[in-house]
């Protein structure tokens, strides 16, 4: 493991730039040092640059220099770099990825749970490269209780990963959690919100501020807390403050507001964390956490 960073440095390698981006800031938000490339030739740029490079999360189908060919590159050079392949094409690119040599294989759309729990693994883990689902004895099994449902609704995977990735870091949050996260933008959004509501009966809802206007906000609230599985609190959160009367507002339609607005890198885990904290203490007062 790369010993200037507690976590490690990851390189993420996707020619779709919204996945990429949405890793980047995911894992930034678990305590990772981030790298991204968009193609595989920018990839080897980096590969060569970084000496202390603990991790690829590498994609296969690519134009120019795809993924298979870093991966021979890497193996060719004895590379340490640990790569877990990230790829639409499962089937038919499993077997051969496999036979070069990988510590991860994820068809997407990605678990992303299940991919925080291998990261963690072969990153802290010194032995040679294993393949992806085999398991080596003394691997440890990580498990969670859940002790309240939250339902994000969110513009997209990168705001999401951006804003909210600590309730994915084990340690980093006050209680457990169970999540889930939708997708999408108004109409479209508001109904498939309220269908999940139905079916995943989360305990708190969290709701991106700038998703919909104050009145979309209002409407959609409003369904929410009236539906016949009403969740125990409301809660919006972004990144430009609220006036105290907006906030009296809120609250008296039983929204709750949390302002993150700190979003350099210099206080991009505080932001997280002012989100997680105000989750917990939601939680805590509805006696869905211990204290």
Do not use: W
Request: charged share 30%; glycine share 8%; proline share 3%.
């Amino acid at each position: 493991m790369n010993n200037n960073n507690e976590k490690g440095v990851i390189l993420v390698v996707d020619d779709e730039k919204e996945v990429t981006m949405s890793l980047k800031g995911f894992f930034t938000a678990l305590g990772y040092d981030m790298l991204t490339a968009l193609d595989g030739n920018e990839a080897l740029k980096v590969i060569d640059s970084i000496k202390n490079l603990d991790l690829i999360l590498l994609d296969v189908r690519m134009p120019g220099v795809d993924g298979i060919q870093i991966l021979k590159y890497l193996r060719k050079t004895n590379s340490k770099t640990k790569v877990i392949i990230i790829t639409a094409y499962d089937k038919e690119v499993k077997e051969e990825v496999e036979k070069i040599g990988i510590d991860g294989f994820f068809a997407k759309p990605i678990d992303l749970s299940k991919l925080i729990d291998r990261i963690r693994y072969v990153i802290e883990d010194s032995r040679d490269t294993r393949v992806y689902p085999t398991k080596e004895k003394g691997e440890p099994e990580i498990k969670q209780t859940p002790k309240a449902r939250l339902l994000f609704v969110e513009p997209n995977p990168m705001v999401y990963g951006f804003t909210c990735g600590f309730f994915a870091g084990e340690g980093l949050i006050d209680g457990e959690y169970e999540t889930k996260v939708v997708y999408g933008d108004r109409g479209d959004l508001a109904k498939e919100g309220l269908n999940v509501l139905y079916d995943y009966q989360p305990d708190v809802v969290i709701m991106y501020d700038s998703l919909f206007d104050m009145e979309d906000t209002k409407q959609f609230a409003g369904l929410m807390m009236n539906s016949s599985h009403k969740p125990k609190t409301l809660i919006l959160h972004g990144l430009i403050p609220k006036m105290e009367y907006e906030i009296i507002g809120l609250r008296k339609m039983g929204i709750q507001f949390c302002n993150q607005n700190s979003m350099d890198d210099a206080g991009f885990r505080t932001s997280n964390k002012k989100l997680s904290d105000f989750v917990a203490k939601e939680c805590i007062k509805h006696g869905l956490v211990k204290k």
